[in-house]
């Protein structure tokens, strides 16, 4: 089984500032697919960023970026210039790349944006 | 409609008693899911429709959690004899294919 673990429990930021959270994973798959979730109080689950695990360039949107290190199954985010808006749950999640399997998440990281 | 619909968002039961809570995907998601999240956890999976078939509940934790889709589009996840233990958010989220999902923005069930 697949396993994701964050172990961030809560990161603090500045305005502005640049921030990093971490996951690792656990899979013995080749194919396979990561995301990046933010979680505002309002509860939904909105999509930051996906990557493809057969892809090697770093999946990049705006603001946000990852780190993906395939070998060392290691899949960072990066939210540069941050926002207050910012400011939510941020959880990393896993795929399978066959069938419609549904996700495996981790326990997550809260990001506090200092004004 | 634009989103997933989940209703109701909040729902109070009593131990013991029958809940149904209900998810309204985007119009032509043939891929539905439903997880369970905990106080302070990240969302488990209970359970996989795709269409009205439903093709994984290996995430149910027991007998008291029932799913149906039976037309393809709206489903329902029941939980039968509510335990303390079912307190948490439900989620659900559907997809056309392809890896990308939409979430609802979850029903809060509180067990009393």
């Known amino acids: 089984a697949q396993t994701v673990t964050q172990s961030q429990p809560e990161m603090s930021v500045q305005e502005a500032e640049t921030v990093t959270l971490s996951c690792t994973y656990d899979t013995s798959e080749s194919d396979y697919y990561l995301f990046w979730y933010k979680q505002p109080p309002s509860r939904q689950m909105i999509l930051v960023i996906r990557?493809?695990?057969?892809?090697?360039q770093n999946a990049t949107e705006n603001r946000f970026s990852v780190n993906f290190q395939k070998a060392a199954k290691s899949f960072s985010l990066k939210i540069s210039d941050s926002q207050l808006g910012d400011a939510a749950m941020y959880f990393c999640a896993y795929r399978s790349g066959g069938g419609a399997d549904g996700l495996t998440f981790g326990k997550g990281t809260h990001l506090i944006i200092q004004p | 409609g634009a989103g997933v619909s989940q209703s109701p968002r909040y729902k109070v039961a009593k131990r013991g008693q029958d809940v149904a809570l209900r998810c309204d995907p985007i119009?032509?998601?043939?891929?539905l899911f439903w997880y369970q999240q905990a106080l302070g956890q990240g969302p488990e999976f209970l359970t996989y429709f795709q269409n009205e078939a439903q093709l994984d509940k290996s995430g149910l934790p027991s007998d008291r959690f029932f799913a149906e889709r039976p037309e393809g589009s709206v489903s329902t996840l029941k939980i039968q004899r509510t335990q303390q233990e079912d307190s948490a958010v439900y989620l659900c989220?559907?997809?056309f294919g392809g890896g990308g999902y939409t979430f609802g923005s979850g029903t809060r069930l509180t067990v009393v």
């Open positions: 119009s032509g998601h043939v891929s």
């Open positions: 990557q493809e695990a057969y892809k090697q």
């Open positions: 989220a559907s997809s």
